[in-house]
């Protein structure tokens, strides 16, 4: 499968294994995903044990899918924009990198509800290890030069 996020903030679902590559003049069918964020598209990642696609935007809000259904099943808005994110394995446990914080939370079909929070600034990258026991945040601080 393909996700492809465009510049007008669709999201469209390729399934390439259903392709004939030998036959040049086969159109690729794709689903879209409706109701796509309102800004552009920061982050995606695929929890492949729950068949779900979470999305974060510039519109301040995390959006997960169902990639199967291609229904969406829940959004939230937070009140700062998310700059980056990463999912459990288990595909319940969320890790949100924002300027000033770590957030990991967790949601139910009806809920987002916040587990942890932690201060830090200037974080470049969060992941969850392949088992889901370690999570990672790398941060680089710069100091100047004393005289």
Request: net charge negative.
């Amino acid at each position: 499968m393909l996700l492809v996020a465009t510049n007008r903030n669709h999201l469209y679902e390729i399934d390439l294994s259903k392709m004939d590559y030998r036959r040049k003049e086969e159109i690729i069918n794709s689903n879209s995903l409706h109701d796509a964020h309102s800004g552009s598209i920061i982050d995606g990642v695929l929890s492949l044990s729950k068949s779900l696609l979470f999305t974060i935007g510039s519109d301040r809000s995390i959006q997960i899918w169902n990639y199967q259904t291609n229904i969406e099943e829940f959004k939230y808005e937070f009140p700062i924009e998310p700059i980056m994110m990463s999912v459990h394995p288990n595909g319940i446990f969320i890790c949100l990198g924002f300027f000033d914080q770590i957030q990991i939370s967790f949601y139910t079909n009806e809920n987002f509800i916040l587990f942890k929070q932690f201060q830090l600034f200037n974080v470049q990258c969060i992941e969850y290890s392949h088992q889901g026991h370690l999570n990672i945040e790398k941060s680089f601080f710069l100091n100047g030069h004393e005289d």
